[in-house]
Structure formats: structure tokens, C-alpha cells
């Protein structure tokens, strides 16, 4: 079953039908919110926002394991994750979509594991795709059968929020190799891979980071429009991935 993780702006997806929510536990506590249940484009899909109703959880704050292991109790096997950055290059610029190819997480504090205490040997994961190869490939597919162009190699530098980032942390991001900057996808492909799901990303650019180009953030509502002009773009890919799924499962 393919199931979306969203984040900022996508608080649901335009073209969910025959919808319903289910409260799942975990052994890891609480989700960020119920799991929402329901058909996109006659195929059944469960959507979670990882920022939980009203956006009211910071990035630091999410449960990530919890959240993960919810969806694949409920039986999700793959998994779209969507998120917002900012460019730390010239060539991504803000309103395209990127797929991630790789990450560096900067983040601390955040359990990222589902292999401590006594119960729980340890697993020595290999990260070396934390974005699942064959599932990327899935996507570009759906998003050049969406007509939507799509960065596809870059790598995402996770930092911990809520707060921005300062113009030297920026230059030494890009200087580790990262092109684009988000808050949320680490530890959850970590957490993912250990859990044995397929995960691969959709991130949106929807501005340039501190120092880079032209900044939006004395421009909210061009800021809000362009976000809002881009998650378009994400739902018609997404469209264009549950229909895939149909066909490969037939």
C-alpha cells in the first residue's frame, strides 16, 4: 500500500475521495495525528501530515518513529514523503521540485532509531541510498508523465528548525556537497530503511536559502503563492505515481 507523509502547506490532498481517519498506537507513542484513509484516483492511499493538525508541531518535535511505524501497521510499504527547502545553489531555483538523491543530517536530538534497550539488538542499518533508488525512479516517471520538471540529483541537508539558517552555516552546507536545505527528512528515511519500507522524497524549493539569490522572506504572500503554485505540481506527480502502482500491480 503506497502511503504519503506531508508536510509544510500540504495539510491534504485536493483529489482524496472516499475518505475516513484512524487513530493507530504505537509502542512509540502518539503520531502526529490520525491517519487519513482514502482513495486517490481509485486507489487506496493513507496520507499523514507530519506536522499534525494545524501545523502545530515543530520539526524537532515530530515523532518520527511513531509516525512510521503507524503507517506500516496499517500495511504502507511505500512511501512519498513531501517537503519544503530552500536553495543553497544557483541552479535550483525557488518554485521547482526536487528529488532527492541523497542527505546529510545535521540534527540533533531527534531519536533516530528504532534499535535501543534490551529488547531491540542493534542493527547497523546501511544508509548508503537513504532514498530508495527504484521508487525514485518511479517518480520521475510520473513526474515526466505529469509534464512536471524535476531536479533529480541533489542532496538535502536536514538541520533542526524551527529556525532558519545563518549565512555561514549555508556556505558550509554547500561546502559538504548539500543543494538544498529542509527540516524534516531526517531521521524518517533513516527510520524507514530500518523498518524495511520503501521511501523516496518530493521536496519543494520554495525559497533560497540565507545568502543565496534573492530572498522571498520580505515577500510572505509571493512566499505563500509560489509554495502553493508548486504543492500543484507535487499532487499532479502524485496523481501520476498511484496510477503506476495500479498498472505494476495488474
Not at 1 to 26: C, D, K, Y
Request: proline share 4%; with cysteine; aromatic share 6%.
Amino acid at each position: 500500500m503506497l502511503g504519503v507523509i506531508a508536510g509544510s502547506g500540504l495539510q491534504r490532498l485536493t483529489h482524496f475521495e472516499n475518505v475516513r481517519r484512524e487513530i493507530v498506537r504505537t509502542p512509540f507513542g502518539e503520531p502526529s495525528c490520525a491517519l487519513t484513509i482514502g482513495e486517490l484516483a481509485g486507489v487506496e492511499v493513507i496520507f499523514l501530515n507530519r506536522h499534525g493538525y494545524g501545523h502545530t508541531l515543530a520539526p524537532h518535535q515530530i515523532n518520527y518513529r511513531a509516525n512510521l511505524w503507524a503507517l506500516q501497521k496499517m500495511g504502507v510499504d511505500t512511501i512519498c514523503a513531501i517537503g519544503s527547502a530552500g536553495s543553497m545553489v544557483d541552479s535550483i531555483q525557488p518554485g521547482q521540485l526536487v528529488m532527492p538523491d541523497d542527505a546529510i543530517d545535521y540534527t540533533h536530538g531527534r531519536i533516530g532509531t528504532y534499535f535501543e534497550g534490551p529488547d531491540h539488538p542493534i542493527v547497523y542499518t546501511d544508509l548508503s541510498e537513504p532514498f530508495d533508488r527504484a521508487a525514485r525512479g518511479v517518480l520521475m516517471h510520473a513526474a515526466k508523465k505529469a509534464g512536471e520538471n524535476v531536479v533529480t540529483q541533489a542532496t538535502y541537508a536536514c538541520t533542526n528548525g524551527p529556525r532558519l539558517e545563518t549565512r555561514a552555516e549555508v556556505k558550509r552546507m554547500t561546502r559538504d556537497g548539500a543543494h538544498v536545505v529542509g527540516m524534516t527528512l531526517m531521521p524518517e528515511a533513516a527510520l524507514a530503511k530500518e523498518l524495511g519500507l520503501t521511501y523516496a522524497a518530493i521536496t519543494v524549493c520554495t525559497n533560497y536559502a540565507s545568502g543565496v539569490g534573492e530572498s522571498l522572506a520580505h515577500d510572505l504572500n509571493q512566499w505563500r503563492a509560489l509554495r502553493e503554485q508548486s504543492l500543484v505540481k507535487v499532487e499532479n506527480v502524485l496523481l501520476q505515481w498511484v496510477a503506476q502502482d495500479v498498472t505494476e500491480s495488474q
